[in-house]
């Protein structure tokens, strides 16, 4: 049975999915839960996701949720799909490396750059008015996080090392809103390698693809 995958066509959080269906080349169904309109919070959804967020996937029955950790099943469940976007917990050594840029991800990139996103773009959206200098403080950490970026990039090609991994993806859906509020940290060329990843991550044909919204698949191979 296709896969289903329940969101929001352009929310951050099903696009991160997506992006990793795409890579793989995985067929979904694409179930739109409309966040205009609070479908998130509908009862029948919150069986589903009891904490009334997108996105949601369903394989065959088998229900999970938490975007970072849907990308994790798809690349264990398809590990014979081409690309392997995480090293085997049998690479000890690798296994440790991805796990730690993992959580430089969600700590010194998602976590100021979601707060500024919140504040200057998510609220206005809802009519609410958002705190410019909490977005200015985090954005600022965010600065001061992406020099460290830039040294770990200089000596390897990715977060984790040598090739792409999902923690390399995951930047995709925030980073690509940052130029929205202002923020062009990562292209605009004051750290060369952190603008040479971002380059490569964004060309990606998986992201090319999804960035513009998330579309049905279900009748594609
Ligand atoms: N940590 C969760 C965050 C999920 C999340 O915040 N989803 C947003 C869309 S990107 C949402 O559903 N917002 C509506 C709400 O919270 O009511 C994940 O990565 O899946």
């Given at each position: 049975m296709v896969l289903k995958l329940y969101g929001y066509a352009t929310a951050p959080c099903t696009l991160r999915v997506a992006i990793v269906l795409h890579e793989k080349n995985i067929p979904y169904e694409f179930h739109t839960i409309d966040l205009t309109k609070g479908e998130q919070k509908a009862p029948a959804f919150l069986e589903k996701h009891p904490f009334g967020q997108t996105p949601y996937l369903d394989d065959d029955g088998y229900g999970i949720y938490e975007s970072r950790a849907i990308c994790r099943y798809l690349d264990a469940k398809y590990e014979?799909?081409?690309?392997?976007?995480a090293p085997s917990p049998s690479d000890i050594q690798a296994y440790g490396l991805f796990e730690q840029a993992a959580s430089v991800e969600a700590s010194n990139f998602y976590k100021p750059l979601i707060s500024a996103l919140v504040e200057k773009l998510f609220k206005p959206m809802r009519g609410v008015k958002g705190n410019d200098e909490v977005a200015a403080g985090e954005l600022q950490t965010l600065q001061r996080n992406l020099d460290a970026y830039e040294k770990i990039l200089s000596k390897q090609k990715y977060l984790a090392g040598d090739e792409a991994t999902l923690v390399d993806l995951f930047h995709l859906p925030e980073g690509a809103s940052a130029p929205l509020i202002g923020f062009n940290g990562l292209e605009d060329g004051q750290r060369p390698s952190v603008a040479r990843w971002w380059k490569e991550l964004t060309s990606r044909p998986a992201w090319v693809a999804v960035k513009n919204g998330v579309k049905d698949l279900s009748a594609s191979s």
């Open positions: 014979g799909r081409n690309p392997c976007l």
